[in-house]
């Protein structure tokens, strides 16, 4: 395992030098060590779990990626429901992991606690912010891990590590006791090594605001696909159909033929191309992190890495107005999104635009790519939708990307039970079983 020097880490430099092994592939913090036990018995008896360092567990500091945070906050004196509810369930908790500082980036590089590794692509970021979470799932270091998500930050990992991950519809699973970046978008999610694991997972956090029904249409987002470098659509394409086609015929006769769709119309006057959603979900989630971090940000002029720190400065520039366009925007878009995926649908989407980026992309390169990756993840942020990554592809130098499968509102179970089934007809690269 390599651990990236923090010193020489950040978002624009792309910088990147190797330090001391770490046992754990740097995926945990050093702040605070414990064991949490679980329940002798329940659902997930005899299973171990990761906490994203976002999430409070009483006796101990959360410390949001951020060491200036770790020293203005106090000891954490409650214990967040959905780590409560894992441990009710008989799982066992065995530490914090590392993440982006306050959650705000999508590559995992901290620039004071460095990288955490990315076994299933060792010369790639692990994405993030739930880098660590990632990390010690990947590693197998633990059986699943608690993440979270607001622009993707569970499923980018997820496509860049090779897990199953899953962002659920907004509001479906506790997150009080966790720290928010952007609240009308974040989201608690988690990574495992296979479905049936993930599903199991959500039937111990999800409420009960389930939307009946089962999946029974396929739509394949065409401008979505487009926004991904060219050889990973034929690269998911061919893991879809298998080596005879049967597998893709199997999967027709769960959910039918694929119809394609332009899931932005370029020609729509209301809610237009996805370059217009991704301006929408970067003002709105700006607006809202500035709201929440603003006055912290100022009092303590936290010394954030140099990606971080320009989203920040970014973020303290929205204008009103600028947000209630936006907010219009959002609206339409989620009016959009509601009809496309009414009738039991899924739709189809790269879960990034490829492969985890490379250690010491130039800035400019890093900075194309992000824009890609956010503009595909905010398909299912804007309308506050479900989406579970199904790693099931590999590129040429057998790095992983992961297809997303996005459901309606509320049909993360049936959103899984697909993607369980599709695990069944199609190996799950890297295979991590």
């Not at 495992?192 to 009946?212: A, F, I």
Request: hydrophobic share 35%.
């Amino acid at each position: 395992m390599v651990r990236v020097d923090a010193s020489a880490t950040s978002e624009s430099s792309g910088n990147v030098s190797s330090k001391e092994l770490d046992s754990r592939g740097g995926a945990f913090v050093q702040h605070c060590d414990f064991t949490l036990q679980g329940s002798a018995e329940g659902p997930l008896a005899g299973l171990t779990f990761a906490i994203k360092d976002l999430f409070d567990v009483k006796g101990f500091k959360t410390g949001f990626g951020n060491p200036t945070w770790l020293e203005t906050h106090e000891v954490a004196d409650r214990t967040a429901p959905a780590v409560q509810m894992l441990l009710d369930a008989g799982a066992t908790a065995i530490g914090k992991t590392e993440m982006d500082e306050l959650a705000y980036s999508l590559n995992g590089e901290n620039f004071h606690y460095g990288t955490p590794l990315n076994p299933a692509a060792p010369h790639r970021v692990p994405g993030g912010s739930s880098s660590g979470s990632a990390s010690a799932v990947a590693q197998k270091l633990c059986d699943f891990a608690l993440g979270s998500d607001t622009g993707g930050s569970v499923r980018v990992p997820s496509s860049y590590c090779g897990l199953c991950g899953i962002r659920p519809t907004h509001g479906r699973v506790d997150d009080d006791c966790g720290r928010h970046l952007a609240y009308s978008f974040d989201t608690v999610g988690w990574f495992t090594r296979d479905m049936e694991l993930l599903q199991k997972v959500g039937t111990v956090l999800l409420d009960s605001n389930r939307k009946e029904g089962s999946i029974r249409r396929w739509l394949v987002a065409t401008d979505a696909f487009e926004l991904a470098d060219k050889e990973v659509g034929s690269t998911i394409y061919k893991a879809l159909s298998g080596e005879d086609s049967s597998t893709f015929e199997k999967i027709t006769d769960l959910i039918g033929k694929p119809v394609e769709t332009t899931v932005a119309p370029e020609d729509s006057t209301v809610i237009g191309p996805l370059t217009t959603w991704w301006t929408t979900f970067r003002v709105l989630q700006a607006s809202e992190v500035w709201a929440t971090h603003g006055e912290w940000v100022t009092e303590f002029k936290p010394n954030f890495g140099p990606g971080i720190k320009d989203r920040f400065e970014m973020a303290s520039k929205i204008t009103p107005e600028e947000v209630k366009a936006a907010d219009a925007t959002r609206d339409a878009i989620t009016k959009h999104l509601d009809e496309l995926l009414s009738d039991g649908a899924v739709l189809m989407v790269p879960t990034t635009p490829g492969p985890g980026p490379i250690h010491n992309m130039p800035p400019k390169d890093l900075d194309d790519f992000r824009t890609r990756a956010l503009t595909l993840t905010c398909i299912s942020g804007l309308a506050r939708l479900p989406q579970v990554n199904v790693p099931i592809a590999m590129m040429e130098d057998g790095s992983p990307v992961g297809l997303g499968l996005i459901g309606a509102r509320g049909s993360d179970e049936a959103l899984l039970e697909l993607a369980v089934e599709i695990e069944k007809l199609v190996p799950l690269k890297p295979s991590r079983k």
